[in-house]
């Protein structure tokens, strides 16, 4: 016969961590961290030595690449793709024409692809468009006949 094993849970009104949760939560860490960026002393009265900013700044003057990027990104904006507006006549036709006019105007290298996408996408949700208000009108006919 195996012996019984001693049991491990929990008795009722014991607490699994006696000590319970620590009283330094996210809030203050993050307050102190503010308070440690101005050098303002920590909210649990412990000075903030040099503050962050200006360690930070001691690193980056001394040429550390870390430092050179984190005070890069906190003063300058990061630089966002951006495409030049390009005037393009995709005709009066029908939808496909249109979409065969931007793929015409891809091949030619007027648009890059991001902006064919873009058209060729637009022209998609005209098609919905144009089939939405097609059936309303059809439905609106059907209506009429049956009154």
């Not at 996210?26 to 412990?46: H, I, Q, Y």
């Not at 692809?113 to 059936?135: C, F, H, N, P, R």
């Amino acid at each position: 016969m195996t012996e019984r094993k001693k049991d491990t849970r929990f008795k009722p009104g014991e607490s699994g961590n006696p000590g319970g949760r620590p009283s330094a939560g996210l809030g203050k860490v993050r307050a102190d961290l503010v308070m440690a960026w101005e050098g303002e002393p920590a909210t649990d009265g412990k000075d903030a030595v040099p503050s962050i900013r200006e360690k930070l700044l001691e690193l980056a003057r001394a040429g550390d690449m870390a430092a050179i990027r984190i005070v890069a990104e906190r003063v300058c904006a990061p630089v966002k793709a951006t495409e030049q507006a390009t005037p393009i006549n995709l005709g009066e036709g029908s939808l496909s024409d249109q979409g065969r006019a931007i793929f015409r105007a891809l091949g030619s290298g007027e648009l890059s692809s991001g902006q064919a996408a873009q058209l060729l996408q637009a022209l998609g949700s005209m098609a919905k468009v144009i089939e939405t208000d097609e059936l309303a009108k059809r439905i609106e006919a059907l209506e009429g006949k049956n009154k």
